[in-house]
């Protein structure tokens, strides 16, 4: 088959050459446009990146096209309808990062508990005094998970390993994994009220923007660690700047803020000047991150070698099973 394949990162060409055998590969380090669509004019399938936005001028510039595979979670920059309309399948990557999130809040919370950011800094600066710099155990502390699904489970499954107690916020219960994995369901409330530590793992929308807000801020016991590797959105930022200044926070350890224009992860692998220079600006006046309790990184928590592995993996997987006639990740338009 004739396989265009635009966005092309460092590594794909190699990945896509060694797993697409026998097939016309086409490769392009720019974005599917105006200007790009006709060299892809034959091809029977197309693989993009979220910065490929598939609109229907461009996509009817593809007459012979069947399949498009989206390396990417997200796929709102397909117009579904105009391919369902015209027998186009289009796959996309479900989850790729799971394990590589939770790990990434566990390197926060680690980081927190033990004051290494703290410590990294003094040392910088030739001062090794310790003073200031006491951690606390992990052990026989309790973490309130808020959203135990995928990637709660992960970071739950490694607290238990740490020996802390585990309560766990959401609004779909699965007992039999609660008495397997040993945590307890509780309300946001009681979760706030209990831990030492609270890391957040739901998706932002209506029901959890700013699920962590200036009303019930006053319920986190005192002296409590805050982690966000979800959406920066879920926790009000004044709610949060109150807290640390009031130290009802200890600390915080965020991979994002409320305001980055980076809200997806794919847009991280996209990452180019224009996007680079929003974060350089929004960090650099951001009020939060001039804290010395406050840890930053500019959500990566789903960047790793092994992660970009898997989007790459599971496109080649959906190529393959739609050529044996057997599409698999297909997703569809909700109108």
């Known amino acids: 088959m004739k396989i265009a394949i635009f966005d ?27 200007n790009t669509a006709p060299l892809a004019k034959d091809c029977e399938v197309l693989m993009v990146f979220i910065t490929s936005r598939l609109t229907p001028q461009l996509l009817a510039i593809m007459p012979n096209l069947k399949l498009i595979v989206t390396r990417s979670t997200g796929f709102d920059h397909i ?53 200031g710099l006491k951690g606390f155990d992990l052990r026989g502390k309790t973490i309130g998970v808020v959203g135990a699904g995928k990637i709660g489970l992960h970071l739950i499954k490694m607290a238990r390993g740490f020996d802390m107690n585990v309560l766990a916020y959401d609004v779909n219960r699965n007992d039999f994994l609660a008495d397997v994995l040993g945590f307890k369901y509780v309300s946001l409330e009681e979760l706030l009220k209990h831990s030492d530590i609270i890391s957040l793992h739901v998706p932002e929308n209506k029901f959890t923007h700013h699920l962590i807000n200036r009303q019930n801020i006053y319920l986190i016991k005192k002296g409590a660690l805050l982690i966000n590797t979800a959406r920066g959105g879920i926790v009000e930022t004044e709610a949060l700047i109150e807290a640390l200044d009031k130290k009802i926070l200890a600390g ?15 847009k991280q692998l996209a990452y180019d000047k224009e996007t680079a220079k929003e974060m350089m600006s929004l960090v650099k006046n951001h009020i939060l991150l001039s804290k010395d309790n406050v840890i930053f990184t500019p959500h990566i928590a789903f960047y790793s070698e092994e992660a970009v592995e898997r989007i790459m993996e599971v496109s080649v997987e959906n190529v393959k099973a739609f050529i044996q006639g057997q599409p698999q990740n297909v997703v569809r338009s909700l109108n």
């Open 8 to 34: 092309v990162q460092a590594g794909e060409k190699q990945y896509f050459t060694k797993h697409l055998t026998g097939h016309e590969l086409f490769f392009s380090r720019n974005k599917l446009n105006e």
């Open 252 to 266: 915080a350890g965020l991979d994002v803020i409320e305001g980055e224009n980076l809200i997806m992860e794919e």
């Open 79 to 131: 117009d579904l309808d105009y391919c369902e309309h015209h027998g186009i399948v289009v796959t996309n990557v479900p989850s790729y990062g799971e394990n590589t999130v939770a790990e990434h809040a566990f390197a926060l919370i680690l980081t927190l508990s033990r004051n290494i950011h703290k410590s990294y800094l003094r040392t910088t600066r030739e001062d090794y005094r310790i003073e």
